[in-house]
């Protein structure tokens, strides 16, 4: 067990009173967890605060050349009031993953645990309670060290906060239009797109702009060599259904490797849907979509869950998928994974983890 110091907030601050308007990122709890790291204690002084500001030296190595990782995960509360993590343990793995790509000390995965934990146990009365709600946590690590040198940091922070999030179907499951970007790349062979690291998403902000501006609610990337083959979606994973069959890019270091996505991937098969990971030309998927042969298109993400894709523009062409609607398939996905994470289905796979004892 990773020993915590615990101060206590004295000021509560007022809950969010309509859960239906929680948003993202809107909302952040009353405390926080930290840890610190540098090379002669390790990582160290582990303890859950206030909600606060930091204070850094304007020469710390995060403003400067981007060092940092962060996860995403939720709590989920179930009817009988029980509090779920959904498959943390594969978060946990993932943030070292990233952390040992940028250079960054890992954090043990119990620690990792161990502080969502503590900090869910502090502030579980924010934990809303309609189905489709959750609190949303977001570990992350940035480089603290001072000086100009581009090399690793010798001092790093390692942070937990904690926003109650709204469902992102509040509004009923309205597909999202995706823009195929065909000009700028997400990453390359070699470059860090398996990292979950804000060095991604800031490159990635121009298209995001450019796809918005034209009416677009995410951007679709393609390979950075050939331009060619699907990659994913701005932070989802994306799954096209032809013939029956799931299709989505493999894990060859260029994409996330979604928990989502790994989890849809076991949930198909257990309703005889075969997932083949391969490479997948965006002339096919515009060619199937003209042609109606593209059944249903989606993204997968901790945050969207299933977000069922209705249209996709690529150049100056774009096709509606299956109507506009969410498909069959998207709603049977989206309908285990919720019921496994909100507790109302049974978890044959294990996958969720209580974070509190009552
Ligand atoms: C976080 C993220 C995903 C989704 O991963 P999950 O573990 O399913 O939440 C997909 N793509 C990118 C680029 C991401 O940052």
Redesign the pocket.
Known sequence: MLKIKITQTKSLKPKPKDETQLGFGKYFTDHMFLMDWDAKRGWHDARIEPYHSFQLDPCAGVFHYGQEVFE?VKAYRTKDDRILLFRPW??AE?FQKSAERMCIPPVLQSDFIDGIKALIQIDRDWIPHRFGTSLYLRPFIIATGTGFGAKASSAYRFVIIASPSGCYYENGLEPIKVYVEDKYI?TAPGLAGYA?CGG??AASMKSMAKANQLGYDQVLWLDGIHHRYVE??????VFFLKDNVLYTAPCEGT???????RSVITLAKEQGIETKEMHIDIDDVMKDGKDGSLQECFG????ALIAPIGELRYHDESVVISQGRIGPVSQMLYGRLSGIQWGREEDPYHWTVEAVKK
């Open positions: 995403g594969d978060n993932r997400r979950k991604n998403y994913e979606a701005g932070s989802m994973n994409i996330l490797d979604g928990v989502v996505r997968t993400s901790t945050a």
